[in-house]
């Protein structure tokens, strides 16, 4: 409230300084980041169990239907579900993991995608819509974006491993 009361004192005066005032609102908007930080921090406990609970939000979407019918596992998607906005999901997420709540959604579905390659018969087509992606095509790129081999490579690659 004092700085508040410092930048009307400065706009009520009759040569205000912008800069003065631009530093005092820096400075509010300072104390406002870290506020925000601290909570991350101050409730360690809250936070486990949320990202405990997004960790099971991951494993129920690509065990239900719900990737064949509704497409790709989003942040927006877990966040409403967490009764979060996407922006404190995504602080809450990155500050606990490190990582960014896409990258955990695309590490999940990896390991989904690797499962289904090397514990099933299914062709990549079917995997493609167990997953939720629209196009065979798309579903490839990514793989080989996030393993730097194609699925059908991979498969063979590791049944060979296996041998």
């Known amino acids: ?3 508040f009361g410092k930048i009307d004192e400065e706009l009520q005066s009759a040569n205000p300084d912008l800069l003065i005032i631009t530093d005092y609102i820096k400075l509010v908007l300072d104390y406002c980041l870290h506020a925000y930080d601290r909570q991350f921090k ?8 949320m990202l405990a609970r997004f960790e099971q939000l991951c494993d129920d979407y ?5 990737p064949q019918t509704d497409g790709l596992l989003t942040v927006q998607y877990c966040a409403s579900q967490l009764c979060l906005s ?10 606990m993991t490190g990582i960014s709540p896409q990258k955990h959604i695309q590490q999940k579905m990896l390991s989904k995608a690797k499962n289904l390659l090397l514990g099933t018969s299914m062709r990549v087509n079917e995997i493609v819509h167990v997953l939720g992606f629209q196009q065979p095509q798309n579903f490839t790129n990514w793989f ?16 060979k491993r296996q041998k």
Do not use: C
């Open 1 to 3: 409230l004092d700085i």
């Open 42 to 49: 101050a409730t360690p406990m809250a936070n486990n169990d």
């Open 144 to 159: 080989k974006k996030m393993e730097q081999i194609s699925p059908n490579a991979y498969r063979v690659e590791q049944e």
């Open 86 to 95: 996407v922006n404190y999901f995504s602080d809450l997420v990155r500050g």
């Open 62 to 66: 690509y065990e239900s239907k719900r």
